[in-house]
């Protein structure tokens, strides 16, 4: 997944385009006149919603970016454009209507809780002429464009004939068309290359039971057989997304942190996925870098949008960089990535390993002074399995996630490694050994050689009066230190406390 794929490429938007209006305010007492609260108005912002919100996330994603749709002849209409000139949106083919524009106002007291919204629209179907006339526009300029992409909000714009006539048209170009479907008159969307329902919408649309994977399936089957399109993508909320295609389901989870607010989220996410698809993307990668910018979304307050930079770092957080610490067995390609781009900045690097059951304080110490050695730090913690073999079958007191989650905790740590070397001394060439005592090559068993070959840091790390000939892992690093431990502190000396500590609680609580 490579977020450098996406391009910057030409977007035609038609949709239902609308303003959204934030009043935030306090709410401190109950009308006298009616047993409502009173809002008080502190602040107000105007941004773009509906299908503007699609448009202004393709800019967000670097897209050259059109629309074709239709206002009032008012003030917020007026407010759309400006806001459209203002982030370079050509909507040059936004034309008037003589119905007001589409605005909701929502209310936002203490902590952004929304108390109310009032939406001002009127959702009666444009005329024939106004329907033949945006038809005509779009034949004009269809072939300019890489992908077409409707947003239907069934505010009057997106009729039964005008719909058909804009797939149509674009088929006969070879244009894929998406959509964000919402009518319940589906046969309206055949001939699209890709429909996106979310889970309440499929449930609407086909009149089946979504309450489950399987079911969803079942029912993105029958869209997808009774539309004729190639794809049906169902949005499911902290659930994720699934794709449905010609003998392709595909599930995707969510990586939204925590829901914040869902307000344009199926904005950013058909967005996304038409900008992915117009650099030529496969879908289902097109999928991943729309689920990552719908997981950034939903963590922003009300109708917002989300750069391809936010994007980019998500999908790096994931992939071994930025914000992810923690390396499991089978992430080795993306310890390989991290390692990869620290080398390329320059910085050296420093490791250090142990099972690290018990933190105490000659754990901080030891991994405080390693991380002077280096600009970064990689901690290896021994797997359960590989803690089992050499502390016995009682050990370790705490599960390996746990064990990586805390050391990952510490400032000074900047990545954590589990390793087994049952696992990753395998592919030690026997040469690496030769030369090694017994004794030394029984230790070399249980060590982390292999993630040091790996790594090859420029210091290795342990804590103890070592000398460099009694590890030989250090074989694969630029330099060996030794660090002293704290006197009186150890994971056993801790169990053993607890244990002391436990049998008196016992004999206490008989002891009336």
């Given at each position: 997944?490579?977020?450098?794929?996406?391009?910057?490429?030409?977007?035609?938007?038609?949709?239902?385009?609308?303003?959204?209006?934030?009043?935030?305010?306090?709410?401190?007492?109950?009308?006298?006149?009616?047993?409502?609260?009173?809002?008080?108005?502190?602040?107000?912002?105007?941004?773009?919603?509906?299908?503007?919100?699609?448009?202004?996330?393709?800019v967000?994603?670097?897209?050259?970016?059109?629309?074709?749709?239709?206002?009032?002849?008012?003030?917020?209409?007026?407010?759309?454009?400006?806001?459209?000139?203002?982030?370079?949106?050509?909507?040059?083919?936004?034309?008037?209507?003589?119905?007001?524009?589409?605005?909701?106002?929502?209310?936002?007291?203490?902590?952004?809780?929304?108390?109310?919204?009032?939406?001002?629209?009127?959702?009666?179907?444009?005329?024939?002429?106004?329907?033949?006339?945006?038809?005509?526009?779009?034949?004009?300029?269809?072939e300019?464009?890489?992908?077409i992409?409707?947003?239907?909000?069934?505010?009057?714009?997106?009729?039964?004939?005008?719909?058909?006539?804009?797939?149509?048209?674009?088929?006969?170009?070879?244009?894929?068309?998406?959509?964000?479907?919402?009518?319940?008159?589906?046969?309206?969307?055949?001939?699209?290359?890709?429909?996106?329902?979310?889970k309440?919408?499929?449930?609407?649309l086909t009149?089946?039971?979504?309450?489950?994977?399987?079911?969803?399936?079942?029912a993105?089957?029958?869209?997808?057989?009774?539309?004729?399109?190639?794809?049906?993508?169902?949005?499911?909320?902290?659930?994720?997304?699934?794709?449905?295609?010609?003998?392709?389901?595909?599930?995707?989870?969510?990586v939204?942190?925590?829901?914040?607010?869902?307000?344009?989220?199926?904005?950013?996410?058909?967005?996304?996925?038409?900008?992915?698809?117009?650099?030529?993307?496969?879908?289902?990668?097109?999928?991943?870098?729309?689920?990552?910018?719908?997981?950034?979304?939903?963590?922003?307050?009300?109708?917002?949008?989300v750069?391809?930079?936010?994007?980019?770092?998500?999908?790096?957080?994931?992939?071994?960089?930025?914000?992810?610490?923690?390396?499991?067995?089978n992430?080795?390609?993306?310890?390989?990535?991290?390692?990869?781009?620290?080398?390329?900045?320059?910085?050296t690097?420093?490791?250090?390993?142990?099972?690290?059951?018990?933190?105490?304080?000659g754990?901080?110490?030891?991994?405080?002074?390693?991380?002077?050695?280096?600009?970064?730090?990689?901690?290896?913690?021994?797997?359960?399995?590989?803690?089992?073999?050499?502390?016995?079958?009682?050990?370790?007191?705490?599960?390996?996630?746990?064990?990586?989650?805390?050391?990952?905790?510490?400032?000074?740590v900047?990545?954590?490694?589990?390793?087994?070397?049952?696992?990753?001394?395998?592919?030690?060439?026997?040469?690496?050994?030769?030369?090694?005592?017994?004794?030394?090559?029984?230790?070399?068993?249980?060590?982390?050689?292999?993630?040091?070959?790996?790594?090859?840091?420029?210091?290795?790390?342990?804590g103890?009066?070592?000398?460099?000939?009694?590890?030989?892992?250090?074989?694969?690093?630029?330099?060996?230190?030794?660090?002293?431990?704290?006197?009186?502190?150890?994971?056993?000396?801790?169990?053993?406390?607890?244990?002391?500590?436990?049998?008196?609680?016992?004999?206490?609580?008989?002891?009336?």
């Open positions: 997944m490579n977020i450098d794929s996406i391009l910057s490429k030409k977007i035609l938007v038609i949709g239902d385009v609308m303003l959204d209006v934030y009043f935030s305010g306090e709410v401190t007492r109950i009308s006298p006149e009616a047993p409502v609260p009173i809002f008080k108005k502190t602040g107000q912002r105007c941004v773009l919603g509906g299908a503007s919100n699609v448009a202004a996330n393709l967000a994603a670097n897209q050259e970016t059109s629309v074709l749709s239709m206002v009032g002849d008012d003030t917020e209409g007026a407010l759309i454009k400006d806001l459209f000139a203002e982030i370079g949106v050509d909507a040059s083919q936004v034309k008037t209507w003589e119905k007001p524009t589409i605005t909701k106002t929502r209310f936002l007291a203490e902590n952004n809780q929304q108390v109310m919204r009032l939406d001002i629209e009127d959702s009666h179907l444009i005329s024939k002429e106004e329907e033949y006339s945006l038809a005509t526009i779009f034949e004009g300029v269809v300019k464009f890489d992908v992409l409707i947003s239907d909000y069934m505010k009057g714009l997106l009729t039964y004939d005008f719909t058909k006539q804009i797939i149509s048209i674009a088929n006969a170009h070879g244009k894929k068309v998406l959509v964000d479907v919402k009518d319940p008159c589906f046969e309206k969307y055949k001939g699209a290359w890709l429909l996106k329902p979310n309440k919408e499929l449930g609407v009149q089946m039971p979504v309450t489950d994977d399987e079911k969803i399936v079942e993105a089957k029958f869209l997808r057989e009774k539309t004729g399109c190639e794809y049906v993508l169902t949005t499911c909320g902290a659930k994720g997304m699934i794709l449905v295609g010609n003998n392709v389901v595909y599930h995707l989870d969510t939204g942190k925590s829901v914040y607010d869902v307000a344009g989220a199926g904005d950013t996410t058909i967005a996304y996925l038409a900008a992915a698809l117009a650099s030529g993307l496969e879908i289902k990668e097109a999928m991943k870098i729309a689920n990552h910018a719908a997981g950034i979304q939903v963590s922003k307050v009300g109708t917002s949008i750069y391809l930079h936010e994007v980019e770092e998500s999908i790096k957080a994931i992939n071994g960089f930025g914000k992810q610490k923690i390396f499991r067995i992430e080795r390609a993306q310890l390989k990535l991290l390692i990869k781009e620290w080398r390329n900045k320059n910085w690097i420093a490791t250090t390993n142990g099972c690290f059951d018990i933190i105490h304080r754990h901080i110490s030891m991994l405080e002074q390693a991380k002077r050695f280096a600009d970064k730090l990689i901690v290896m913690v021994n797997t359960d399995a590989s803690v089992k073999r050499l502390k016995g079958a009682n050990r370790p007191i705490n599960s390996e996630e746990d064990r990586a989650m805390v050391i990952a905790a510490l400032d000074c900047d990545a954590v490694v589990l390793f087994d070397p049952f696992v990753d001394n395998k592919f030690i060439p026997g040469e690496d050994l030769d030369g090694l005592s017994d004794a030394l090559r029984k230790i070399a068993a249980e060590a982390p050689m292999g993630i040091l070959k790996l790594i090859s840091p420029d210091v290795h790390v342990k103890g009066d070592y000398t460099v000939d009694q590890v030989p892992e250090a074989m694969y690093a630029r330099s060996f230190r030794a660090v002293p431990f704290v006197k009186g502190y150890s994971t056993t000396q801790t169990i053993r406390k607890s244990s002391k500590q436990g049998l008196v609680e016992k004999n206490e609580k008989f002891n009336y």
